[in-house]
């Protein structure tokens, strides 16, 4: 299983939400380059890095952070938060990004979403799957779609797409464990996904679990920021 450290953007400073409320902000470092080298420095390969300006803003917005990180770093990195435009998909690839995360795109502009599939190839683009319960939420969580999660990811799935994020809204930030049974259901109904569970991680044992369901990457946030995970239960994960 790949651990995927996040480092959430806002203000160019490393911060983190609870349940996707800007309210609830916690700055943990003013220079994000600084916890990217940690992560690098530990063994890890990959980098969840969230533009959280953008997706408020809808267009990228920290990309000077993306590309510092990327120039200092071999972490492989991918980029999500406002990504509307092909422009901000150049801009994003052009500053480092390994992969581009989509989640609001994929549900309001299909068309543009699967454009981006064709033209930039599936295995560059992940796509972003925020759930309340089984229903997708778009624009940072702010709002609910009339969509559900598994048509959604049979859609795009049909289309090549390899990589998807999972975030369970409802966990993230409070340190209340994954939802496990959720992924286990998006593993059995497609069992060729590469799924990314993100939310809720709380300990190295969620962690263990969540390997041991066959996931094949976590995002892991609040977690190592508050000291629940250590950097190198993190790094044990990797080979």
């Known amino acids: 299983m790949e651990i995927i450290p996040a480092i959430d953007l806002i203000n160019g400073e490393c911060v983190r939400l609870t349940k996707g409320d800007y309210a609830q902000k916690t700055v943990y470092e003013s220079d994000p380059l600084v916890i ?9 390969h990959r980098l969840h890095l969230v533009d959280l300006d953008g997706a408020k803003a809808r267009k990228i917005t920290n990309d000077v952070v993306l590309r510092r990180i990327s120039e200092n770093t071999n972490l492989q990195i991918d980029f999500g938060g406002g990504l509307r435009s092909d422009e901000d998909l150049k801009i994003a690839f052009e500053s480092g990004a390994h992969q581009i995360t989509g989640g609001s795109i994929a549900v309001k502009s ?25 229903q997708i939420a778009v624009s940072g969580w702010a709002e609910a779609s009339d969509q559900s999660l598994f048509p959604f990811l049979e859609n ?5 797409l ?12 409070l340190l209340q464990g994954p939802n496990t049974a959720l992924y286990q259901k998006i593993l059995k109904a497609f069992p060729e996904v590469k799924l990314i569970a993100s939310g809720g991680v709380a300990s190295f ?13 976590t995002i892991v946030g609040k977690a190592f920021y508050e000291g629940r995970v250590s950097l ?8």
Request: charged share 30%; proline share 1%; glycine share 12%.
């Open 36 to 44: 990217a080298k940690k992560f690098e420095e530990a063994g890890i």
């Open 205 to 217: 044992e969620d962690l263990q679990q969540l390997e041991q369901i066959g996931v094949y990457g």
């Open 156 to 160: 795009y799935l049909g289309l090549g």
């Open 232 to 239: 190198e239960q993190l790094a044990s994960f990797q080979k």
């Open 110 to 134: 299909p068309d543009v979403f699967k454009r981006w599939i064709n033209d930039f190839g599936a295995e560059k683009i992940i796509l972003g799957a925020d759930v309340h319960g089984e």
């Open 162 to 173: 390899q990589y998807v994020i999972c975030t369970d809204v409802s966990k993230d930030g």
